[in-house]
């Protein structure tokens, strides 16, 4: 299997230089700029229908349904970037034949992630949530877990192809059908948990569909053998799964915790400065769209040394762009959500510094996928998540949301110092 595995690693391929990446990441954050605007709004609308409780029930509801996806991915994705990008150039029929396995395993454990989702409802939320009244709305979510990995597939060949721009036309048409959605059950009164969460199943359906226009005809015939590639997806995948597995569950754990521990009106108001905190992660996204596929294209010391100074250089740039939220988020919180959500801004802070931790070291872990090391990167996910659940419980029933939002902070901080190092290393090993 490893003399396989080579070869869909072994040639080296031309990556793109630094100024390709700098201009497909203004593709993706402009085209994005208007989803924004419009998730900005739209979110307001939403959380000031509901109110402190039914964010945090929608909130909480979400965070079981994003951790249950990972049921649907294990890693899959990666591999089949990888694999794609890599063989797309000189060997295009096992690129096709990779995105027809990818296809079929895809929907099929999305399917069975759904299917779980909504038998295993009633026993999750009577175990962990007896007082949320959470029940249906996660029988409900648990459609959103099909439609949204058939989304993820086409996003993933897109990556793989670098068709940068078509992602973000891809964005922008998914951000315009959710606010049209939510603005019309705004006009008819209709907003509640139940309402946007038929959005959240019906949006991806709608777009995956749209989305098949940008995907050549090879990628999109369904021909034996279908599952030819999975040995090899599976082997180079496995740990990576596992960091799925891992860095899905400390990502969900805060408001998971939180709704174990404090009441949906405390979930609600952390789940607004989450939310605000999130809009930026069309920055972050554009940046390691464009990153995975790059870095994996380089294979010697050299070229990665050049990847991750040219990757410094882009964050730290995009960095500077964030940094006056730290003096004015506080008072945009207040003045989109209301005052009901006031209590939100305690958690802004350290979540802000969280997420610039990650914009500036996650594109980084990605030589390791180059170097052909997920396993460290499982590693450190299964020991992050122990830091994260550990300091959660630390810190949660000590200082509620803000305790929730330190204990990201500090996840992200040692992973920023394991990240380094372990970089470091691979850099002195060979390939």
Known sequence: ??????????????????????????????????????????????????????????????????LLSIIGEFGLRDAAVTFIARALPTDPERAHAVSRTFFVVKVALAAFAGAFTFLAAGWIAATFYPDANITALIRLGAF???????????LALLEAKQSFASISILSIVQGVMRALLILALFAVQEINPFTLFIIE????????????RFIPKPFLRLRAPYLEHLPAMFHFAKWIG?????????????????????????????????????????????????????????????????????????????????????FIGGAIIEWIYGAAFAGAVSAFVPLLLAYLLGLNVEPIAYVLYSRNRPQWIARMDIGLLAVNFCMNLILIPALGIAGAAYSLLITRCVGAIVTVGLVRRALRSST
């Open 1 to 66: 299997m490893e003399l396989r595995l080579r070869t869909y690693l072994r040639e080296p391929r031309a990556w793109l230089p630094a100024r390709f990446q700098a201009r497909s990441v203004a593709v993706l954050v402009l085209g994005n700029l208007f989803k924004i605007a419009l998730g900005i709004a739209t979110s307001a609308i939403a959380f000031r229908a509901l109110g402190p409780v039914g964010a945090g029930q929608f909130a909480l509801t979400l965070g079981i349904i994003g």
């Open 144 to 154: 959103s877990l099909l439609t949204g990995g058939l989304l993820g597939f086409s």
């Open 201 to 212: 199943a019906l949006v991806p359906l709608l777009v995956f569909m749209y989305s098949l």
């Open 242 to 326: 596992v960091a799925a597995f891992a860095s899905t569950i400390y990502l969900k754990l805060d408001v998971l915790l939180l709704g174990y521990f404090l009441a949906p009106a405390q979930v609600g108001l952390y789940a607004v400065a989450l939310a605000f905190v999130s809009r930026l992660d069309v920055l972050k996204s554009a940046v390691l769209t464009t990153s995975f596929p790059d870095a994996t294209r380089r294979t010697t010391t050299a070229e990665l040394k050049s990847y991750i100074r040219q990757s410094l250089r882009l964050t730290a740039l995009a960095s500077l762009i964030v940094v006056p939220l730290f």
